[in-house]
């Protein structure tokens, strides 16, 4: 059964910093990409990162650029999210996802909360 299972979340202030990790289960996605989501309470979700297979190509949302980082340890079967600078809009329920089908994330993660306090 492909599993993947975030942690990391917690209660942060203002300008601190956390790192996410998504570890994949039941499934090498090494061939894969993955994505780092988020929703807050009454907004769309966003895709907030996203990273190839091989790392080669990574994307960000304008609203994380240059505070977010989005990593992968293929052997470890492991994807990552360093944030830093955090900021209260940043709260909300962060998800990660493998591009199984180009375009297209279709295996998800249960979700880590992160609540940053002002």
């Known amino acids: 059964q492909v599993q993947l299972v975030e942690s990391g979340g917690g209660l942060v202030q203002a300008g601190g910093s956390l790192r996410l990790a998504c570890a994949a289960s039941?499934?090498?996605?090494?061939?894969?990409?993955m994505g780092w989501f988020r929703q807050a309470p009454g907004k769309e979700r966003e895709r907030v990162a996203a990273?190839?297979?091989?790392?080669?190509?990574?994307l960000y949302a304008n609203s994380v650029k240059g505070r977010f980082t989005i990593s992968r340890d293929n052997a470890k079967n492991t994807v990552y999210l360093q944030m830093n600078r955090l900021k209260p809009e940043d709260t909300a329920v962060y998800y990660c996802?493998?591009?199984?089908?180009?375009?297209?994330?279709?295996?998800w993660g249960r979700g880590t909360q992160v609540t940053v306090s002002s």
């Open positions: 996802a493998v591009e199984d089908v180009p375009g297209h994330y279709n295996i």
């Open positions: 039941g499934r090498t996605f090494s061939s894969y990409g």
């Open positions: 990273i190839t297979w091989g790392g080669g190509t990574i």
